[in-house]
């Protein structure tokens, strides 16, 4: 099951002004950006966060899962707590880096 735009919008809702927030659809799932790095992954109406160790403290209790087959484990962000969910994009924006410009074809 593909994650809803619905769902997707109340993601970004629950993290505004956290940053600048655009999404991205990508194989019928989505990645959040804030300030143009990938913070979250959506994946079938379930937020991920990847597992960093300057995250792992505050995510300790947090449910563990795989976003789709063969990810690495992510840690599950309960994305309907709006402050923590701000408090852990605040954490992974300054670790995170910019994604490498792809190479246009000749």
Known sequence: MASTPDFIEY????IAGA???RHKKMFGEYM???DDKPILLVCDNTVYVKQRDCVSQKMENAAIGTPYPGAKPHYILDIDDAEF???IVHILEPVTPL???RKKKA
């Open 19 to 21: 940053g600048e927030i």
């Open 32 to 34: 959040v950006y804030i």
């Open 11 to 14: 993601v970004c809702e629950q």
């Open 85 to 87: 969910s701000k408090k």
């Open 99 to 101: 994604p490498k410009p």
